[in-house]
């Protein structure tokens, strides 16, 4: 029974590392300034599309380095997870587990409401809902921004991988 339990484990702890690079490589947030011209905010950083205005947002795009060192920490976050469910080391594994899980969990947060949502409010953008941006080129252009689900299946990930830390110290208690 054990060794089905720990196979049942192994399975939803990969299943939870895949859903991480998912969610990741997903837009988190998209601004739509008519049906072709769009921002996508990711967990890795900024891309958009608007050719008109890149000369506005060019300070905005993320450099190549902190892309890079995003990516590095969901390879490392994974590599955490992976290794958790190879190790013998049980509290180990429990810890990795639970601070993978709440560390995503404050990326996300931290990315959508500290990092986006402050600097969508010096443009006059809405996190959500439509509004009209003021200033330099953007200004008098309807926006239609929201919250993509990539943002909320990347908190759904950390709590799962959390969940995860806690069934496994229940099962390592017994």
């Not at 200033?135 to 008098?140: I, V």
Request: hydrophobic share 55%; glycine share 8%.
């Amino acid at each position: 029974m054990r060794n089905k339990t720990a196979c049942i484990f192994s399975a939803m702890t990969l299943l939870a590392s895949g859903m991480m690079v998912f969610s990741f490589s997903l837009p988190w947030w998209i601004g739509k300034f008519s049906e072709n011209t769009a921002i996508n905010l990711y967990g890795w950083g900024l891309r958009h599309n608007l050719i008109q205005f890149a000369g506005r947002l060019e300070n905005d795009l993320t450099p190549l380095y902190q892309t890079v060192l995003a990516w590095a920490y969901i390879g490392l976050s994974v590599a955490l997870i992976l290794f958790s469910i190879f190790t013998k080391r049980k509290k180990i594994a429990i810890l990795i587990q639970g601070i993978v899980g709440a560390g995503y969990i404050v990326y996300a947060l931290s990315g959508m409401y500290l990092v986006i949502e402050h600097r969508l409010s010096d443009f006059g953008i809405a996190l959500q809902g439509e509004s009209i941006p003021y200033g330099g080129e953007l200004a008098n252009l309807m926006v239609q921004s929201s919250i993509q689900p990539a943002f909320y299946l990347a908190l759904a990930t950390g709590v799962f991988i959390v969940i995860l830390a806690i069934i496994r110290f229940v099962f390592y208690k017994r």
